[in-house]
Structure formats: C-alpha cells, structure tokens
C-alpha cells in the first residue's frame, strides 16, 4: 500500500512525485517508456524558465534524481489496468499490483508520426513537433511544416515570423483550420504552400537536409532544401487507461479543471493528457504541483 500512484513519469507525474514527497506522502511513479517523457530526445530546451539551452536528457535526468532524492519510488514499469475497490485504487503492471488512497494520472499523449523514411533518424536532430517549442532553433532558416489542421497552420505562422522560408505540405486541398488563419497563411509571403502533396523521404547526413515530397495523385516527386522538418498531424492522448472513470472530449482528452481533479474521489490528472490550451513543460509542472496538493487534501480529508 502506498498513498499515491503516479501513472506517467514525465514533467507532470515527477513534478508531483516532488510535492508529494514536500508533503511526507509515499508515492509511486510508474513509466513505461522514458523518464521525461516526450521532451526526453530534445536537443535543447529554449522555453523552460531559468534552464535555456539545457538538453531535453539533462532536463530528464535532473527531474528524476530530484524526485528519488526525495524519497518517490521509481519503476519502469507499464501501467496495465486501473481499478478502484471502495476507496482504493489498484494498478497492475506486467510485474505486480500495487494498491493506493488516490491515483494522479499523468500518461500525457503521443505524437502521430509521419512513418516515412529519416523522421526517425532525425528526431531531435532537425525533425520537431513543435514549433513554439523549437522554431527559434531554425532562424533564418529553409523549413517545412505538414499537416492542416489548426496546429499546422498556428505553427507555419509562427515559423514564418522566425524563418527565412517556409514549406506547408498538406495532403488535400483545403485546410481543417479556421478560416481567419487560413486566410493569414495564404496572405504570408514567405509560406510556400504545397497541397495534394506528401512526404516521401526527409533525408540528410548528421541532420536534416532536404525532404523528398510526392504528389497524392501520381504525378513524381520534388526535392525541397530545408534544414528543418516540423510534424503537426495530431497527437494521441493516452487515456484509454482510466476512460472509465472520466469524461473525454471529443479528441479523447480528459475533462478536468485547472484544479485537476476529475468527478472520480481519489483520481487526479496532470499534464498532456488533460484537457486545456496549452501543453507545454511549464504548464505540465504546474499540473504536477496542483494534482499533488489535490491529491494530499483528499488523502488528509479521507484518513
């Protein structure tokens, strides 16, 4: 038994795991990919109060020895099932089953890959998926964005304040986003737009150097120079786990409020998988904090 299980060790469960322990609370932090999360293969950090340039590991690594100095218990394990008896929760795991008086769930999203040849291999490495997050790596620089939802288009708007030239690749031939931003696109000089087109290849040596693109209906390939891939077809919120127990928007985000706390006595959620308009470190080490101080509340409250 222990007070709180943390399902998701990015910047939203350590953060927790952090106030928890401030709080002498026992927890338990359960990740099953990386400890950091999605920031984990940032070359670099440019929007984190007081830690520019720190590399998305060191940021990680940092995050996770602060919270095991502490005294939170850290398992790379892959969170199986949630389920609640009277007023405790159980996790199971592919190891064990661990019971606790209140659950902070902070799985976060996924992003939709491209699955095309080089995104892979140059993830970090100039393949990005945001470009409030790393735009200002690739000043007066070649870039292109895909995708053509709002994101995209927000993203290509802010790259063109920042780059030299950019390429918008979009696989139909009208965009998903609103049409104020449309019409903002189509009136910036510096944004290409490329439609009924995909990406073939994003090619290169150490970094990205080029991408390959393709026409939809069968008309060849074109290579454009660019120094920088941004993908912003979608992310996946990673809520299957306790959708049971919460209410999801229609994009499968979790319905809570900025006090995280779900309708579900002893469930709390922090982070990327929350619904709200900005999903970033800061805000995720915010949602860390308030899920914790929610979490110890009911904890006292219910003892």
């Known amino acids: 038994m222990t007070d709180v299980i943390i399902i998701g060790g990015g910047t939203a469960g350590l953060t927790a795991a952090i106030y928890?322990?401030?709080?002498?609370?026992?927890?338990?932090?359960?990740?099953?990919?990386?400890y950091g999360g999605r920031i984990f293969p940032t070359a670099a950090i440019d929007n984190y109060p007081a830690m520019p340039g720190v590399s998305g590991f060191d940021y990680?690594?940092?995050?996770?020895?602060?919270?095991?100095?502490l005294g939170a218990e850290l398992f790379m394990q892959t969170a199986l099932s949630l389920t609640k008896?009277?007023?405790?929760?159980?996790?199971?795991?592919?190891n064990n089953a661990i019971t606790a008086r209140a659950v902070i769930y902070a799985a976060g999203e996924k992003q939709r890959l491209l699955n095309v040849p080089?995104?892979?291999?140059?993830?970090?490495?100039?393949?990005?998926y945001c470009a409030a997050c790393d735009g200002a790596f690739f000043r007066n620089k070649n870039v292109a964005i895909v995708g053509g939802g709002d994101k995209a288009l927000d993203d290509a708007l802010i790259l063109s304040r920042l780059c030299s030239s950019v390429h918008l690749i979009h696989r139909r031939g009208e965009f998903r986003a609103a049409r104020d931003t449309v019409d903002r696109?189509?009136?910036?000089?510096?944004?290409?737009?490329?439609?009924?087109?995909?990406?073939?290849?994003i090619n290169?040596?150490?970094?990205?150097?080029?991408?390959t693109i393709k026409s939809v209906e069968g008309e060849g390939e074109e290579t454009i120079e660019v120094s920088g891939v941004f993908?912003?077809?979608?992310?996946v919120p990673q809520t299957a786990l306790c959708a049971k127990f919460v209410e999801l928007d229609k994009q499968g985000y979790i319905i809570a409020g900025e006090d995280c706390i779900t309708p579900e006595p002893g469930l709390f959620v922090a982070g990327d998988a929350r619904q709200k308009p900005l999903r970033q470190l800061v805000t995720a080490a915010a949602d860390g904090a308030v899920a914790a101080k929610a979490a110890t509340d009911y904890i006292l409250r219910e003892s």
């Open 20 to 34: 928890l322990k401030r709080n002498a609370l026992q927890c338990t932090v359960l990740e099953s990919e990386e």
């Open 60 to 69: 990680s690594e940092k995050l996770k020895a602060q919270a095991e100095a």
């Open 85 to 94: 008896n009277g007023k405790f929760w159980q996790v199971t795991t592919e």
């Open 118 to 128: 080089g995104e892979a291999e140059f993830k970090g490495r100039g393949v990005a």
């Open 185 to 201: 696109v189509e009136q910036t000089s510096n944004i290409t737009l490329h439609l009924y087109k995909t990406i073939a290849s």
């Open 204 to 211: 290169g040596s150490r970094r990205v150097e080029s991408l």
């Open 231 to 235: 993908v912003a077809v979608g992310s």
